[in-house]
């Protein structure tokens, strides 16, 4: 009888974004062993490619709550856009908990996002009177 901890894929309000406006990221932690598991730590990482490791560029941290076996904690964070434009995979990893059986899955698999150049207003070229 111990914990494992797992995690959903990583989902995005929005995947096409200009530089630097804020998302969410959202993230799903369960208990999938049959004891409870303790607090973790949740971090939210962001790679140049799908595979989220702890070596990829840390963005910020979430506590999980201690879980019974089976139970589940959404989790989000609220992020900002890198400013250079490109393709960024969001991901996250949670900690190990005491006696975890298995901690060969702690990192999620990426979601990507696209940041490109902000957008004029379409009613601009419309009006062009109001410029």
Do not use: H, M
């Given at each position: 009888i111990r914990p494992h901890l797992t995690h959903t894929a990583p989902s995005v309000n929005d995947s096409s974004l200009p530089p630097r406006p804020n998302f969410t990221v959202n993230v799903s932690v369960k208990n999938q062993g049959t004891a409870p598991a303790d607090t973790a730590l949740l971090r939210y990482y962001r790679s140049?490619?799908?595979?989220?490791?702890?070596?990829?560029?840390?963005?910020?941290?979430?506590?999980?709550?201690?879980?019974?076996?089976?139970?589940?904690?959404?989790?989000?964070?609220?992020?900002?856009?890198p400013s250079p434009e490109g393709s960024y995979w969001i991901g996250a990893c949670v900690s190990t908990v005491s006696d975890?059986?298995?901690?060969?899955?702690?990192?999620?698999?990426?979601?990507?996002?696209?940041?490109?150049?902000?957008?004029?207003?379409?009613?601009?070229?419309?009006?062009?009177?109001?410029?």
């Open positions: 140049s490619d799908a595979g989220i490791t702890i070596s990829d560029t840390l963005l910020t941290t979430d506590s999980v709550p201690a879980l019974a076996a089976g139970e589940s904690s959404p989790q989000n964070a609220s992020l900002t856009a975890e059986s298995d901690t060969k899955n702690q990192c999620s698999s990426g979601i990507r996002i696209t940041v490109g150049q902000e957008q004029d207003f379409p009613w601009l070229l419309f009006y062009p009177a109001f410029l």
